[in-house]
């Protein structure tokens, strides 16, 4: 479970390592509860909207996987932190803007949030341009949110076709966020199912308070923010 901990004041510092570590073994719990193969689980930890000395102290502990949610953010957080500790990997995890995708290729190893056919042009033509090519997952909608990113869940098949066809981006899976207050796991279900129809390893979903069903439906990866870093400050 995530630690309760309600952050207020900048002095109540969260044990980030004792953190990851309750997460890290619960992660391994869920894997063996599911029948997964050990360490099949990649935990991505969401350090947005915390200062930089936190992602810090989990680097320090050890860990190298970490996503972001805004361009701007990361880029003042993370090009310093990348240098100090090279083998890091950052996923963009939060909607991205054509306008923003050369400041997002020259940072991100992985983006998560492809969702339109202009943000897959512009993905596709900035992996020309540099000659990078990070793993791209498809962000979709399985709530049909209006106001939700992500491509609808009925227009997922072609839009996955489009993206390995049409753009050659190196899709490797999916990606979703559930509606707050609805069942998780049906969602899980529907991501799963689309991921297998076009037989794409990975599956990102789950997040601090579900991150142990997501893995029971398949998660390769997890999102996990509060359970690591605490409570984020009001932006
Ligand atoms: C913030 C965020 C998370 C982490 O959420 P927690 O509930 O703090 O674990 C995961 N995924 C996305 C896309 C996010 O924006």
Redesign the pocket.
Known sequence: MPPTETLTHADTEPDIAANLRTVRSEIAAAEKAGGRVPGAVTLVA?G?AHPAERSRAALEAGHRVF?E?RVQEAEGKWPALKEAFPETQLHL??PLQTNKVRQAMALFDVFETVDREKLARALAKEMDRTGRRPDCLIQVNTGAEPQKAGVAPEQADAFIAQCRDEFDLPVKGLMC?PPVGDEPSLHFALLREIAKRHELPWLSMG???DYEVAIAFGATHV?????IFGQ?PAR
């Open positions: 969401v947005k996503g949610n995890i939060g966020i997040m601090s308070a999102r996990v923010g509060t359970a984020r």
